[in-house]
């Protein structure tokens, strides 16, 4: 069982709205909490981290939230522009040192105009 | 900087053959990783190094997978032979040992095909 479960699997929206990228895991202890983005035929790229004891984390239009007590994380998107169209990636890092990770199989979102 | 390097870009073998993916790493940097994505399995973390030494190599599926790091510009990872179950695209990434939060800079990937 994948112990990082994101959802939704896609997503379409249209440009200039606002979405919200969901990331449950049962992962505990961990060491902190990242979202990636990743354009097509391309490596990821970190938008956040977070550890365990941090609420929130922004990056411009992207908010990244994480419940540590229910053990979810999202990704809030704010008026989502046509770059935004990519996979969006939850990598969960345990022990301490941070370097084994769990990850999530990714969001599809695609904004059209 | 031009970030991580990765070569070849894409690469088309025949089952049995030998497979070799090479990376260099940001200048600086003393951690590298190796990770795997399918459609299916998503991103795998294969391998990673610290000052060239290898860690952690419970990610690679099989002894027909080795990963060397000679020095701290150039690691490879061979496959050895391949499988038709190898097609995958082929991540490499580096980061500083400043912190297990610091952010892990990922290279384009080699999408590899095994026919």
């Known amino acids: 069982k994948n112990q990082v479960e994101q959802s939704p699997q896609s997503l379409i929206i249209l440009e200039g709205k606002n979405c919200t990228l969901q990331?449950?895991?049962?992962?505990?202890?961990?060491?902190?909490l990242r979202w990636y983005k990743q354009d097509t035929g391309r490596g990821p790229v970190s938008l956040t981290i977070?550890?365990?004891?941090?609420n929130t984390k922004s990056n411009g239009r992207y908010t990244a939230t994480l419940d540590a007590d229910t053990k979810q994380s999202s990704l809030h998107i704010t008026a989502s522009q046509l770059s935004d169209s990519a996979s969006y990636i939850c990598?969960?890092?345990?022990?301490?040192?941070?370097?084994?990770?769990?990850f999530g199989t990714g969001t599809s979102l695609t904004v059209i105009p | 900087d031009a970030g991580v390097i990765q070569s070849p870009r894409h690469e088309v073998t025949e089952m049995g053959q030998e497979v070799t993916l090479r990376c260099k790493p940001i200048?600086?940097?003393?951690?590298l990783f190796w990770y795997r994505q399918t459609m299916m399995r998503g991103l795998e973390l294969l391998i990673y190094?610290?000052?060239?030494?290898?860690?952690?190599d419970s990610g690679m599926p099989e002894d027909r997978f080795s990963a060397k790091m000679p020095n701290a510009s150039f690691s490879t990872l061979k496959i050895q032979p391949s499988e038709p179950r190898d097609s995958a695209v082929y991540f490499c990434?580096?980061?500083?040992?400043?912190?297990?939060?610091?952010?892990?800079?990922f290279g384009p990937g080699t999408r590899l095909t095994v026919l």
């Open positions: 977070m550890t365990f004891s941090e």
């Open positions: 990331c449950n895991y049962t992962v505990s202890p961990f060491s902190n």
């Open positions: 990434a580096s980061r500083t040992s400043g912190g297990h939060t610091d952010t892990q800079y």
């Open positions: 990598v969960v890092s345990f022990p301490l040192t941070g370097n084994q990770f769990y």
């Open positions: 190094f610290n000052n060239n030494v290898p860690i952690d």
């Open positions: 200048s600086g940097h003393d951690y």
